[in-house]
């Protein structure tokens, strides 16, 4: 891992923090679109009436769920762009390996958290009994597959998205972004991978608010062709708008504040900003720099003939020296 990357425990620290400080937030927001979502009804699940429930659950698992998807992303990722054709091509996989592992912990407790909110007059306790009771142990899993099937897509959209715009916006003012920058760049690609990524959200959370009966339970596939075929495209979107305006609010704190943590807690080495080139020296070969070097903008001149072609060899090699420790630096920005 280079230099300028999160270590583990940047990525632990930082990524716990993150979880907890945007769950913490939106919760409310959150409760209002199960709600909306749930096959019972906006109204049957609770209406406006107690959005805080289920939150104990969901501040248990947070932060070990955000801190495991960094921890595994962040590595993913640096091990990854060596082999992969393309940086987003290493964002898509680093974040589905992330995602498929926090959703060890993120499951169990997003479970008990959505049955929370559809059911406000049930304490969080009855909630855990009654689920442990109809579906045993293996009933905090329930909608796993599910959530694996919404939450890779989604951050296939906006993990590579959101890297894209950070890359973007550095090579555009030529230095790295900063933590409010990198929120943005996040909030814009949270709100987008939401709004495409609505039917499969909608899909998981009946699959997880939906009990097994007769030792046969409703799968994701099942659950939207039912939903279109009784209720249309409009069923397949219940719950757009909080999610999109939850995401979009939601990734600019969760992204800013993990952005935020690192450079408070875990600042870049003074050779941060050439991590990126460490990795392009990795992936072409030593010789490849080196001859890349030799004709930066051009090959060396000739050897001079006279002192004043000396005078101007010379020149041009400290011209050339100083561009180079120009590019170095801005060439290639964090992505």
């Given amino acids: 891992m280079s230099s300028d990357e999160p270590g583990f ?23 209002l679109k199960t709600r909306l979502q749930s096959s019972a009804g906006f109204t049957a699940s609770g209406g406006l009436k107690s959005i805080y429930a289920g939150l104990p659950s969901i501040a248990v698992g947070s932060a070990p769920g955000s801190a495991l998807f960094f921890l595994t992303y962040e590595f993913c990722k640096s091990n990854s762009l060596d082999w992969t054709p393309s940086q987003s091509v290493a964002h898509m996989l680093a974040a589905s390996c992330g995602e498929a592992i926090a959703c060890l912990v993120r499951v169990p407790t997003e479970v008990v958290k959505q049955r929370a909110q559809a059911n406000a007059a049930l304490s969080l306790r009855k909630v855990v009994a009654k689920l442990l009771a109809n579906n045993g142990l293996f009933g905090l899993y329930r909608g796993y597959l599910a959530t694996i099937v919404r939450e890779i897509p989604f951050s296939c959209v906006q993990f590579p998205l959101w890297e894209s715009l950070k890359y973007g916006w550095s090579r555009r003012q030529k230095k790295p972004v900063k933590a409010w920058q990198s929120a943005t760049c996040g909030s814009l690609a949270g709100a987008v991978a ?3 990524t609505t039917p499969l959200d909608m ?13 046969r339970s409703d799968g994701i596939i099942s659950v939207l062709a039912d939903a279109w075929r009784h209720q249309g495209f409009a069923a397949l979107f219940a719950g757009v708008v909080p999610r999109v305006l939850w995401l979009a609010i939601g990734g ?30 990795r992936r072409l070969g030593v010789n490849s720099i080196l001859e890349g070097l030799l004709n930066l903008h051009g090959s ?12 101007e060899a010379a020149k041009r090699l400290e011209e050339r020296r100083k561009l180079w420790k120009a590019q170095s630096k801005y060439a290639f920005p964090e992505s």
């Avoid at 899909?203 to 030792?215: C, D, E, F, P």
């Avoid at 690192?262 to 003074?270: D, E, N």
Wanted: proline fraction near 7%; charge should be negative.
């Fill in 9 to 31: 425990l940047s990525s632990l620290f930082c990524g716990a923090l993150a979880g907890l400080t945007v769950d913490l937030a939106l919760y409310p927001l959150d409760t």
């Fill in 203 to 215: 899909a998981k959370t009946r699959v997880m608010l939906s009990n097994k009966i007769h030792g």
């Fill in 300 to 311: 060396f001149p000739e050897k001079p003939s006279t002192f004043d072609d000396s005078i």
């Fill in 252 to 281: 600019f704190i969760f992204l800013g504040s993990y952005e935020l943590a690192k450079s408070l807690f875990f600042p870049p080495s003074p050779v941060g900003h050439f991590g990126s080139y460490a990795r392009e020296v």
């Fill in 194 to 196: 939401g709004a495409l």
